[in-house]
C-alpha cells in the first residue's frame, strides 16, 4: 500500500517511512508547506493540515504536527516548537530554562489521515526532561536537549530505531499502521 505524507521535514519523513515499512507501506513525500491553524492542540492542526493538503494533492495523505511542551514553562513552546526553535535555537530554549530544577517536558505528535471518504486521528505523547547542554548528532529539531523517562541519551544520540520504539511519532505511527492494516484486510 502506497501513502503520502506532506512535510517538509526529512528527518519526520525517515522516522515515518521506517515505522510504517513494517506494516507494509510505502510512504511517498510531498515537499510541501503545511496550511497551519492557530490552536494550542497538535491534533487539530493536523487535521486542518491534512484537509487543506488533501483538497489541493487528492491522494491518500497523512500529516505529522508535533510540539515540545515544557512543565516550567507552561507547555511553552508547544504549537509553536518550529517558530521558537528558527528564532532563538536551543540556545535559547536552555537559556530560558537556566537556573530551573524542574526540566520536565513532553513531545505530542498528532498524526491525521485523511483520503477523501475517511478521515482519522492518531496520537502518541513521550515525556521526559531537558538536558542541561545539547548531546548528540543524530535524529533533528529539539532532539539534543531531550531525554525521554527511562533513558540517559538524548534522542539525538538513538538511531532512528530506537527513537521511534520510545517516541512520540512512534506510537502514533504504530497506531495508523496497525490501523490501516487491518482497514485492508477487511476491505479484502
Ligand atoms: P512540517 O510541518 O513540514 O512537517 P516541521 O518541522 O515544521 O515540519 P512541526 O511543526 O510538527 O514540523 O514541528 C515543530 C518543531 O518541533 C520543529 O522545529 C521540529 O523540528 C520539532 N520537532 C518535531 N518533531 C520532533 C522530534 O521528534 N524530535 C525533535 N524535535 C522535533
Redesign the pocket.
Known amino acids: 500500500m502506497k501513502l503520502h505524507m506532506v ?3 526529512q528527518g ?1 519523513f525517515r522516522e515515518a517511512s521506517l515505522e510504517l515499512s513494517k506494516f507494509g507501506i510505502e510512504l511517498l513525500q510531498i515537499p510541501d508547506d ?1 496550511v497551519e491553524l492557530q490552536s494550542d492542540d497538535v491534533s487539530e492542526i493536523a487535521l486542518f493540515a491534512a484537509r487543506q493538503a488533501y483538497a489541493r494533492h487528492r491522494v491518500p495523505l497523512v500529516v ?5 511542551y515544557i512543565e516550567s514553562l507552561n507547555g511553552f513552546p508547544g504549537p509553536y ?2 517558530y521558537v ?1 528558527r528564532k532563538i535555537g536551543l540556545q535559547g530554549v536552555l537559556r530560558l530554562l537556566d537556573g530551573v530544577t524542574n526540566r520536565r517536558a513532553c ?1 505530542r505528535t498528532a498524526v491525521a489521515y485523511v483520503d477523501g471518504t475517511e478521515e482519522s486521528l492518531f496520537t502518541g505523547e513521550t515525556c521526559g526532561f531537558i538536558v542541561e547542554a545539547p548531546r548528540g548528532s543524530l ?5 539534543p536537549i ?1 531525554v525521554p523517562e527511562g533513558s540517559n541519551r538524548t ?1 539525538a544520540e538513538m538511531s532512528v530505531e530506537e527513537k521511534n520504539a520510545l ?3 512512534g506510537r502514533a505511527l504504530r497506531a495508523l499502521g496497525s490501523w490501516l492494516a487491518s482497514r485492508s484486510q477487511s476491505n479484502r
Not at 535524529?139 to 532532539?143: P, Q, V
Open positions: 512535510t517538509r521535514n519526520k503545511k505529522d504536527d508535533t510540539g515540545l516548537s518550529s526553535l513531545f535524529g533533528f529539531g529539539y532532539d531531550f534522542f517516541s512520540h511519532r
